[in-house]
């Protein structure tokens, strides 16, 4: 715990050392994401709902998988960056520690420039949260723990990905598709896909799990009350998998010796 909080102090100084950077950066990140909510609200003015859904209803979806992607880049951009542990044989200076290798690679760099996503996140959900209406009460209390399951799975998902390295080696490309392509396709309502991609969404990357199966529910356009146990099923049947695939990998890896 010692050495996370060392991490931890370490990236906020180099990080504040030049603060005019550091807020810019904040604020670029905020408005380069910002930007896709505003495209999906200038459609969503022209033609009023896409398939049902309002513009504040994909609001709180928009809020919900954002806040737990700007989490998670800012907690979890060493596995953002994963493959270059593993080609440049950084990854055995974490194997020798007496700390789990899983969080020193998470967070070998805290990036608090990333928070500009979690706040732009926020300040959407707050306007979505302020004028959408839930058929029942208690959806006020239920909400908060979608944010936290948002968190949970785009973790998983990026140590799920980040594990492909330790076979692949370089997996960029593998880390755009599986985990930004379809964080950005869970910023819509799922029906507005076809069958196949509905079920990749909610069987294999389950982000739709997180989002629009408990919304369906709690806005009134589904009636099945098993939504609301969707981020949980999908969080506790893609966390052994991830963990074992992470384990398979490190027993996988070989040092590059250099």
């Known amino acids: 715990m010692q050495l996370f909080k060392i991490l931890f102090i370490a990236s906020l100084k180099s990080q504040t050392q030049y603060a005019f950077d550091f807020i810019v950066n904040i604020i670029g990140n905020f408005l380069g994401v910002f930007a896709d909510f505003l495209i999906i609200a200038m459609i969503l003015i022209r033609f009023q709902n896409i398939q049902g859904w309002t513009l504040v209803e994909i609001a709180v979806i928009y809020s919900i998988i954002e806040f737990g992607f700007g989490i998670y880049r800012v907690i979890g951009d060493g596995l953002n960056n994963f493959e270059t542990l593993i080609l440049s044989g950084r990854f055995d200076t974490l194997l020798i520690r007496p700390a ?3 969080g020193q690679a998470m967070l070998q760099t805290v990036d608090f ?3 500009g996503l979690v706040l732009q996140a ?3 959900g707050i306007w979505g949260l302020s ?3 839930f058929i029942y009460p208690f959806a006020w209390i239920y909400l908060p723990t979608l944010y936290f399951a948002s968190i949970a799975m785009n973790l998983l998902i990026s140590i799920l990905l980040a594990s492909t390295a330790f076979w692949t080696g370089k997996n960029e490309d593998i880390v755009i598709l599986g985990h930004y392509a379809t964080r950005t396709a869970a910023q819509y309502p799922a029906t507005i896909y076809h069958k196949f991609f509905q079920s ?3 069987y294999v990357i389950p982000f739709f799990t997180v989002t629009y199966y408990p919304l369906m529910f709690l806005t009134g356009k ?3 009350s098993l939504y609301l146990l969707a981020p949980w099923l999908g969080i506790s049947i893609l966390a052994p998998i991830t963990i074992s695939v992470w384990k398979m990998g490190i027993k996988r ?3 590059t010796g250099t």
């Open 222 to 224: 589904s009636q099945q």
């Open 113 to 115: 420039k990333k928070l």
């Open 100 to 102: 789990s290798v899983l």
């Open 131 to 133: 004028q959408i209406e």
């Open 253 to 255: 890896y070989s040092s």
């Open 200 to 202: 990749v969404m909610t």
């Open 122 to 124: 926020s300040l959407v």
